[in-house]
């Protein structure tokens, strides 16, 4: 069975750092691109970040953009979203998805975490 387990969450203040993980497993994700997305209440689900498979590419939100970076580890089938300069509006539950790069930046991609709320206080 195919997992996606997101862990790393939590509450911090702004201007702390929190850092993601997404540890794959069921099948090897290493030809798949991986990446991040999050649903703050009441919102829409929102793309955050994206890696392609060998990590040489990577694609940012505007909203995090010099202040998020994902990586990933092949070898041990698992994606990161280092996140720092946090603020109360990046408060969201943080989902990992993996698959074809342009599904997992348009949303649609094959697989799916259960997600880990990040909540920052002011």
């Known amino acids: 069975q195919v997992q996606l387990v997101e862990s790393g969450g939590g509450l911090v203040q702004a201007g702390g750092s929190l850092r993601l993980s997404c540890a794959a497993s069921g099948r090897t994700f290493s030809s798949d691109a991986m990446g991040w997305f999050r649903q703050a209440p009441g919102k829409e689900r929102e793309f955050v970040a994206v890696i392609n498979w060998t990590g040489s590419s990577t694609y940012y939100a505007v909203s995090v953009k010099g202040r998020f970076t994902i990586s990933r580890d092949n070898a041990k089938n698992t994606v990161f979203l280092q996140m720092n300069s946090l603020n109360p509006e990046d408060t969201a539950v943080y989902y990992c998805?993996?698959?074809?790069?342009?599904?997992?930046?348009?949303?649609?991609?094959?697989?799916w975490g259960q997600g880990t709320q990040v909540t920052v206080s002011s």
């Open positions: 998805a993996a698959g074809v790069f342009v599904s997992v930046v348009t949303g649609r991609a094959n697989y």
